[in-house]
């Protein structure tokens, strides 16, 4: 029979508070091996000490408990280390958005850089392939991806190709209160028949300030404020979505040093080509 230890030595022995024991015990993810029925007392066994070890190195990745809890229970070895793996991925993908979060205020914080030039560009009626919704801007990204990616393999589908690069019309909405009216398009040559979320989209003509943003779109920030303050001094501004227009992206290649972004943002017309 395996020895057993009172709730405070199996705090000491695994280096968890009592405090988090008796949750983890309420929530089913440690039980105790026995519970006095009268005192209400915990008594655990040392044969518990590796998993409350495993636990708590989960905790240190910032697992979340119910996940802690499939990997505990997993019905076999494949599936516990597909869970782990899933966490990992997930985790990886967090350190590198923080570490270009990090870079990116490094770069602001080292003094203003010089700015991307500003021009006029007038843009000409095109017919698209597009995907549109009204998104909250915390499921912008994944939402994105998925509908660029839908759009591209339908084109293919269709035996149709795209014209130009894809872009993004963007209400602002999604920016003042976090939800708006999203569409990502991707230009055709002939009108595309509608299949699921895909449908034909004529982008309608404007008069547009453009700013080219290279890099990561992480600090796509920048040039919004570039184009915003241009926009503003000259005394331009009209009401419309902003459009985006992706030249090189993540569908390109996974280096986002390499990407390329046009910001543009809608203007009276001026007459001028520049």
């Not at 419309?240 to 992206?249: F, T, W």
């Not at 993540?250 to 910001?263: F, L, M, S």
């Amino acid at each position: 029979m395996p020895a057993t230890l009172a709730i405070g030595d199996f705090s000491r022995a695994t280096h968890l508070s009592v405090k988090t024991l008796r949750y983890y015990h309420r929530v089913g993810l440690l039980t105790p091996a026995d519970v006095d029925a009268d005192t209400g007392y915990r008594w655990y066994t040392a044969d518990q000490i590796p998993t409350a070890q495993v636990i708590r190195r989960f905790r240190d990745l910032d697992m979340p408990v119910d996940h802690i809890h499939a990997v505990l229970r997993a019905p076999d070895l494949y599936t516990r280390n597909k869970l782990i793996s899933e966490h990992l991925a997930n985790l990886e993908q967090t350190l590198a958005q923080t570490q270009s979060a990090v870079a990116s205020l490094r770069d602001l914080l080292a003094g203003p850089t010089a700015a991307a030039p500003v021009s006029h560009r007038r843009a000409t009626a095109t017919m698209t392939a597009a995907v549109t919704t009204v998104v909250d801007k915390g499921d912008f990204l994944p939402w994105y991806q998925g509908a660029l990616a839908e759009l591209h393999a339908t084109i293919e589908a269709r035996g149709m190709r795209a014209t130009g690069p894809a872009g993004g019309l963007y209400d602002g909405e999604l920016f003042t209160d976090e939800r708006g009216q999203a569409t990502v398009f991707v230009p055709t040559e002939a009108e595309i028949p509608r299949l699921g979320r895909v449908e034909p989209l004529v982008v309608p003509a404007a008069e547009l300030a453009v700013i080219e943003h290279p890099g990561s779109t992480a600090d796509l920030d920048r040039a919004y404020g570039t184009l915003a303050t241009y926009v503003a001094s000259h005394e331009l501004r009209l009401d419309g979505p902003i459009r985006e227009y992706y030249l090189i992206g993540r569908q390109d290649t996974a280096d986002d040093k390499q990407w390329r972004t046009e910001v543009c943002w809608p203007i009276f017309s001026t007459g001028a080509d520049d």
